[in-house]
């Protein structure tokens, strides 16, 4: 079933029917929704990192977070939640060394 036929062919809401189709893992509806200068917080809500820009299916963040001064890119199928301005990945997610270490050091 299509987007088209399943927005015209059902009486529920057809949001959440949106919501359930998949790209590559993730659900299109939420990639959507991340914007630039977002937190990324890992499972146990721990900063992480800062949205950049999403660029084909990863999520691009600042130099400014990263110990290295580079960028560094998470996937999108690593994220478990979106909530409010802040991306929470999920639990065992594969997260760049050097990420969020510069932000630690600063607040020490």
Request: a negative charge; one cysteine or more.
């Amino acid at each position: 079933m299509s987007f088209d036929e399943a927005w015209t062919n059902t009486l529920d809401c057809p949001l959440i029917r949106y919501k359930q189709r998949k790209t590559k893992g993730f659900y299109m509806f939420e990639k959507l929704r991340i914007k630039e200068h977002m937190e990324v917080a890992n499972c146990e809500g721990l900063h992480v990192g800062t949205v950049d820009e999403v660029k084909d299916d990863a999520i691009k963040l600042t130099k400014s977070d990263s110990s290295d001064d580079m960028h560094h890119f998470l996937s999108l199928d690593d994220v478990e939640k979106i909530d409010d301005n802040r991306i929470y990945l999920k639990e065992g997610a594969r997260i760049p060394e050097g990420l969020g270490n510069k932000a630690v050091m600063e607040d020490a």
